[in-house]
């Protein structure tokens, strides 16, 4: 499973990015909203910093405009691909790319059966949102191993992409359901790398190394 921010902050893409372990990055209005930037400048530049996905949202309703949202985007930057909603207008529009070669990535699914459709709209990717589920009191996971497994069932080449992550669980959940990207904020991305044990081997590693002969 690859690791993707889900942010629109330049400098929390670069960081992650010089860990070595950034597959893609994920945006969506209300993250673009609070990075306070303007929405072009801030998908090229983190384009330019990630060899992976980016996915930047349309807002139109229309299938059609959502296409020129669509074909204007891939103008940006070879990385972008362009994030639909789980609507009918979106999955026309889904459709479309795929006959033009526009890579997509449908947002804001909620069940498997909305999976299958995205999945037969010709997407690239799918979002499952776990967290807003588990919100609601839902099993979040359970639908994205539901997605993983119907995908393989029907050897379906949509990847499946674990999104609205809150916790390291999800993201080890998400992996051990057979998600093929899990998309998440900086805040979870840094807590991957921690354990209590690992600080305390550090510090006392530190304080024998101030002791030993050299
Ligand atoms: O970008 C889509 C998704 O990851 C949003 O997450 O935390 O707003 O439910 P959240």
Avoid at 10 to 37: C, F, H, Q, Y
Avoid at 47 to 66: F, I, Q
Avoid at 106 to 125: C, H, I, K, S
Wanted: glycine letters at 6%; one cysteine or more; proline letters at 4%.
């Amino acid at each position: 499973m690859k690791l993707f921010l889900d942010t629109a902050i330049v400098d929390e893409v670069r960081e992650a990015a010089s860990w070595g372990i950034l597959g893609g990055v994920t945006t969506n209005p209300t993250l673009v909203m609070k990075s306070g930037r303007k929405f072009k400048e801030v998908v090229i530049e983190i384009c330019n910093l990630v060899d992976g996905p980016v996915s930047a949202e349309v807002t139109s309703e229309k299938a059609e405009d959502m296409m020129k949202e669509a074909r204007e985007f891939v103008t940006w930057h070879e990385n972008i691909v362009v994030k639909f909603p789980m609507t009918e207008e979106g999955m026309k529009a889904v459709s479309q790319a795929s006959k033009e070669g526009i890579k997509s990535n449908v947002t804001l699914v909620f069940t498997p059966n909305q999976a299958l459709v995205a999945a037969r709209a010709g997407a690239t990717m799918v979002s499952p949102f776990v967290g807003r589920l588990d919100d609601i009191k839902e099993d979040g996971m359970q639908v994205v191993r539901e997605i993983v497994e119907i995908f393989c069932i029907y050897e379906i080449e949509t990847k499946v992409l674990a999104a609205s992550i809150r916790h390291p669980e999800h993201v080890r959940q998400a992996a051990l359901a057979g998600a093929d990207y899990c998309t998440m904020p900086f805040s979870v991305m840094k807590e991957l790398f921690k354990h209590p044990l690992t600080d305390a081997g550090l510090k006392k590693f530190a304080e024998d190394w101030a002791k030993a002969k050299k």
